[in-house]
């Protein structure tokens, strides 16, 4: 059976840190091999972006010298806001839109493990639950966010178990509680 291991936050909080820390440590220290993988809301929203828009991922891409997989780590200028805005488009024509793409390919993923590292919505705490997921909220101490963007909103509404650090190693001990 799939394991599911998902992690909510507000943006730059530590939710991606701790993504890459727990496939790395999941895949060196498992004693037979397993297959982690990383299945996040997003990736649809950025295989139909560069589906219906290559000409003007192109064109923002020319103007900060980045190819388009570049532009959707980096987020340069309003790239993140495009996102936003194309992820809540889809939203309002079918609020779970995101999260049916989300949990086919949950589906017919033939990982062991899988990590999300950006649950947003209260729908996607749901969908965690339904594959039988554990989510983790990131909280790093000190950071104060002021983005009230909708796709920050409702974090605060998630209830699940918190992991509190001030910094990247305090966060990482944490994370070794976490188990296959």
């Not at 440590?25 to 004693?31: A, I, K, Q, V, Y």
């Not at 037979?32 to 923002?60: A, Q, W």
């Not at 809540?88 to 990982?111: C, F, G, H, P, Q």
């Amino acid at each position: 059976m799939k394991k599911v291991i998902a992690f909510t936050g507000k943006k730059l909080n530590g939710k991606t840190t701790a993504s890459n820390y727990l496939m790395r440590r999941f895949l060196s220290e498992s004693d037979t091999p397993i297959k982690v993988e990383r299945i996040n809301m997003k990736d649809s929203i950025v295989e139909e972006m560069k589906e219906y828009f290559p000409g003007t991922l192109e064109f923002i891409g020319a103007m900060y010298e980045m190819d388009t997989d570049t532009l959707f780590k980096e987020k340069p200028g309003g790239m993140r806001k495009l996102m936003q805005d194309f992820g809540l488009m889809r939203r309002l024509e079918d609020t779970d839109y995101w999260v049916k793409k989300w949990e086919a390919k949950i589906k017919a993923s033939n990982s062991d493990v899988i990590i999300t590292d950006d649950v947003r919505f209260l729908n996607e705490q749901e969908a965690i639950n339904r594959v039988g997921g554990k989510l983790y909220k990131v909280i790093r101490e000190g950071l104060e966010s002021d983005d009230h963007h909708a796709t920050e909103r409702e974090i605060d509404e998630i209830q699940c178990e918190e992991i509190h650090a001030k910094d990247k190693e305090e966060l990482f001990t944490k994370l070794d509680q976490i188990r296959l």
